[in-house]
């Protein structure tokens, strides 16, 4: 059944296309501030048909290698069903937002957070400075640039495009930092010579690389720019975090006389239920 | 604040995150002051570590590429992600003005800082006399003194234990300055290296403000201006002051109980002239010629005596004056520091004279207990201070039979007669005895064995602290005591500096 498998996966790395157009480029010393923005989200409460999350929104600064900025903005969201829509209303900001399902409704919104965050930050900045963002960008201007972590993107094979990217330029710039365009401001980036990985880059000008690698040095993840892992950190909702928010909300709706348990309860059910059968 | 704790329990270590470009040493004391219970936890740090929220894995890596390939790499925000961890054990924790054994550890993230003086104002009302000052790390807070409570302290009896130069002798010296200063107490100092006294050239207690309530006693003492001579008349003498001390058989004990019973205080006299056939015949023949003959030759070699049967300090001759005993008793009843100087004499004899003043002192502080409790109470409590103590007190000697060292350790603080034994080399006496030494005064050990044996017998827990004792330098000292909330770092006063010191404290009198 393997060989079967194996045989199939061959199909996949038949090579269709050769990338060939690899460009190395070279270290460079930032002038201005790095920044990274990064938001986290999460279901603190899930009422079944209704719930409530909360979504930190951090920026950090680099000047060189000393940290200049750090903030963090907390949000709390509530979404609900209305006929077929979920409405989520956005605190303390106040915006309304419309999303498919109750589920993602959090992560629609630190999108939003996260793009507002970059245009204020942006607005902020100077020329020398660079705004780093976790995924691709909404907001694209000379500085901003958007670092994915992971991509679905497929060459006519079928193979990864950036596993085939990223086999054929480690080959051909061995120990070097190199970089693939494949178009619409989007780049296949290597950042530090002896990382194994790759990432997708947007940015409109491919002469910030240099920079990024300044800044992707840091033995955690040698190849990924640091800032980022900093601002993941400090955004992240973590799971005690969580649960501190849960018994805050609940105890704060008691003493108003609402027992939220009950809504939980239903909504607990379901995701026990769901937890079995994914097991 | 230099730090906060991360972790812990109460039967391990505590752990502190120290702040970045804090210096903390392995011995310093931390102070974690929980602001919710109003606790003060007092913390000493035995170990400091390195660490990294970066996988280690990560970091032999790049040391490896960096110094394999000079490869490039860059740290960033280094200071939160390395940092250093130091463990700490909880000595005591305060509660409303008191303090209580560690049965509990501060809370995660209490702050922790370095010792300030108000924090130990409780030393100063612990004890009087001074020793030293605080030593925290390598560093001395000269503001903080430490001082000793005589009262208790002394007749529970002391070790002074280090290797050789590193201030045993120094440290005796100023805690006998303090026991003066005070005035209620006596000492005897049976002193091989004539340190002590202090000559010309180098200072001693001599050179000390109270030097008229000192009383030195020397073989030598004609030369020197208000000195006793060491003269003993064999007369004086009991077979007790040799059991346990010379090298005697059980025969030969047997032999020295007989001479006395039958002669009096003329025993050794006879038992050095007397013809070895009459002596023989004297005892019914139960005493070998042999015995005799060999206790006759021992005698005169341990008291160091001639053909005429007169020595440096023992004589046969005849005391016509008081004896040198009755001179000691007074000198103690008079709450002086009395040294007797034994650096021309041989091990031997040098032992035997101690032994015979210190069965007297026993006998006579047991007598008074006995008979006479107002005199008893009038009596001050004495130090004994003895030099290279394994001599007297060593698994070896000790298996001869009982000597008045082993009666002092082990009864003397019913009678008020405590003994400050100096070595380099604890772990040649036996264990029961080191526990008897309450008080420990560690200063340098480089030997395994012998911190073991000092850490197995101390009352407070030391176990911890093996690391530090091994590395005192030169007059750093660890004090352990029942009487000390907690073992004590010291860094020991230089003693020649320490008389200047208390001089000055003296407020001048002007007189006429
Ligand atoms: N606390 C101290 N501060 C400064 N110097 C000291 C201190 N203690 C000892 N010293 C110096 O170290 C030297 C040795 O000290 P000391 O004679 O007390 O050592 P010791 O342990 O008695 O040595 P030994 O084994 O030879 O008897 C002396 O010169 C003394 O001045
Ligand atoms: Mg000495």
Redesign the pocket.
């Known amino acids: 059944m393997l060989k079967e498998l194996i045989n199939e996966i061959k199909n996949i790395y038949v090579q269709k296309e050769i990338p060939k157009e690899f460009f190395e480029f070279q270290l460079l010393e930032p002038k201005g501030i790095v920044y990274a923005v990064d938001g986290g989200s999460s279901i603190i409460f899930d009422g079944g048909s209704w719930c409530i999350s909360k979504i930190k929104v951090g920026v950090v600064g680099y000047k060189g290698k000393k940290r200049v900025v750090e903030k963090i903005k907390t949000f709390y969201a509530l979404s609900k069903k209305d006929n077929e829509h979920i409405t989520t209303k956005i605190m303390p900001e106040g915006k309304i937002m419309k999303s498919k399902n109750l589920e993602d409704a959090h992560n629609d919104v630190r999108t939003f957070l996260e793009a507002k965050e970059v245009k204020e930050l942006y607005s902020k900045t100077s020329a020398d400075d660079i705004i780093l963002v976790d995924g691709p960008t909404e907001v694209l201007k000379k500085n901003i640039v958007g670092v994915n972590k992971t991509s679905r993107l497929r060459a006519k094979s079928g193979r990864s495009l950036i596993g085939l990217i990223n086999e054929f330029g480690s080959k051909k710039l061995k120990g070097k930092m190199w970089y693939y365009e494949i178009g619409n401001n989007e780049y296949i980036v290597k950042l530090h010579p002896k990382s194994k990985f790759c990432y997708k880059i947007t940015a409109l000008s491919k002469e910030l690389f240099g920079v990024l690698a300044y800044f992707s040095r840091d033995p955690e993840i040698v190849g990924y720019p640091y800032p980022l892992i900093k601002v993941d950190k400090i955004a992240r909702v973590k799971e005690d975090e969580k649960k501190m928010e849960n018994n805050k909300i609940k105890l704060m709706a008691k003493k108003e006389g609402l027992i939220l348990d009950y809504d939980e309860n239903a909504a607990i059910m379901h995701s026990l239920l769901d937890k079995r059968m994914y097991r | 604040m230099i730090g906060k704790i991360v972790g812990g329990s109460v039967g391990e270590k505590v752990i502190i995150r120290i702040k970045s470009g804090e210096r903390v040493d392995v011995g310093d004391i931390l102070i974690a002051e929980d602001k919710e219970t109003k606790e003060k936890f007092f913390l000493k740090v035995v170990n400091i570590n390195i660490s990294s929220l970066i996988a280690r894995q990560f970091i032999e890596e790049m040391a490896g590429q960096n110094l394999e390939s000079g490869e490039d790499f860059e740290i960033f925000d280094s200071q939160e992600r390395f940092y250093r961890l130091c463990e700490a054990k909880v000595l005591k924790i305060k509660r409303d003005g008191k303090f209580y054994p560690p049965r509990t550890i501060p809370n995660f993230f209490t702050d922790v800082r370095k010792i300030e003086k108000e924090d130990l104002d409780f030393i100063k009302q612990e004890g009087e006399i001074p020793i ?1 000052h605080l030593r925290l790390g390598t560093k001395k807070v000269s503001e903080i003194k430490i001082n000793l409570p005589a009262n208790k302290l002394i007749s529970h009896h002391m070790l ?1 234990v ?13 805690f006998l300055s303090g026991l003066l200063e005070l005035g209620e107490y006596s000492a005897v100092v049976f002193d091989p ?1 004539n ?1 002590y006294y202090g000559g010309k050239g180098t200072k001693g207690l001599k050179h000390h403000h109270l030097n008229n309530r000192i009383l030195y006693i020397s073989p030598k003492a004609r030369e020197i201006p208000g000195a006793e001579e060491l003269k003993i008349h064999v007369e004086d003498l009991e077979p007790d002051d040799f059991f346990g001390i010379a090298d005697l058989s059980q025969a030969q004990q047997e032999a020295l109980s007989l001479l006395k019973k039958k002669y009096n205080e003329n025993w050794i006299k006879h038992l050095l002239e007397e013809k070895i056939e009459k002596l023989i015949e004297e005892f019914d023949k139960k005493v070998s010629g042999v015995t005799f003959a060999t206790l006759r030759r021992k005698m005169q070699h341990v008291l160091e005596l001639d053909e005429s049967g007169r020595g440096l300090v023992f004589t046969i001759e005849k005391r016509e004056d008081t004896s040198i005993y009755n001179i000691i008793k007074q000198g103690i009843k008079q709450r002086k520091i009395i040294i007797i100087d034994t650096s021309s004499v041989g091990e031997e004899a040098e032992k035997i004279i101690a032994s015979s003043i210190l069965n007297k002192l026993f006998t006579s502080y047991r007598y008074a207990k006995q008979k006479d409790e107002v005199e008893f109470n009038n009596l001050p409590e004495v130090l004994v201070v003895f ?2 103590a394994p001599r007297v007190l060593g698994k070896e000697v000790l298996a001869k039979g009982v000597n008045v060292f082993e009666k002092i350790a082990r009864e003397g603080r019913k009678f008020k007669i405590g003994l400050c034994a ?1 070595t ?1 080399m604890p772990s040649l006496i036996p264990a029961e005895i080191l526990s008897q030494m309450n008080t420990k005064v560690i ?1 340098g050990l480089p030997a395994p064995a012998d911190r073991k044996a000092v850490i197995n017998s101390s009352a407070q827990n030391i176990s911890d602290e093996d690391v530090e004792i091994q590395i005192l330098d ?4 660890l004090v352990t005591s029942p009487f000390v909330k907690f073992p004590l770092p010291v ?7 320490q008389i200047k010191r208390l001089q000055k404290d003296v407020p001048d009198i002007a007189i006429g």
């Open positions: 030293g002074v280090a290797a050789t130069g590193k201030g045993k002798s120094n440290f005796a010296k100023v290296h340190e030099e290279e100096i380099q200063l030169m007059g750093e000292a860094k020991i006063f230089k003693f020649e500096e």
